[in-house]
């Protein structure tokens, strides 16, 4: 029996979910009778969704549209950081969508701190852009992870490898 447990907390999103998400909203967006004409466009990068469509109406459609599809395929909301719409050529909006991924250095300190100052058996280490806490028992673990979920976060948090 080992004599300590750990768990990594991450931020996470599956990229291949998001993808499908972001084609059935193409299909739809084409299918629906109120956005078949608005000739939007949405492009997936690296980091980040490009949306160009005719309007800012319709443009508030299509997000409505991808954050419909995104929580029926379990991806959480906050993965998206809505930008301020810009209007481009030929009277049409784009607007860029952030993909939130990876804890940053600020924030994987804040919740380090948080840890270490609630719970005082468990050890906290940043590991780039993920945190270790380790602890000689599961329910100091546990409590661990409760005090982090209680937190209210920009970005969704997952705890990965509990051994």
């Known amino acids: ?94 607007q860029k969508v952030v993909l939130r991924k990876g804890l940053s250095q600020e924030l994987a300190k804040k919740l380090s701190k948080t840890v270490r100052d609630q719970l005082k058996k468990v050890t906290v280490a940043i590991q780039g852009d993920s945190l270790r806490v380790t602890g000689k028992n599961k329910d100091d673990l546990q409590q661990a992870i409760q005090l982090l979920r209680a937190e209210d976060l920009e970005l969704p948090l997952q705890f990965e490898n509990f051994r």
């Open 1 to 94: 029996m080992a004599d300590t447990y750990s768990f990594d907390v991450v931020s996470d999103f599956d990229r291949q979910e998001l993808v499908n998400a972001v084609d059935q909203v193409r299909r739809e967006v084409g299918q629906r009778y109120d956005l078949k004409d608005s000739k939007t466009e949405i492009e997936v990068e690296e980091g980040s969704l490009t949306i160009t469509t005719a309007s800012d109406m319709t443009l508030e459609a299509v997000v409505d549209v991808l954050r419909q599809k995104a929580t029926k395929r379990e991806l959480s909301l906050k993965i998206f950081d809505l930008q301020t719409p810009e209007p481009v050529g030929g009277n049409r909006v784009q």
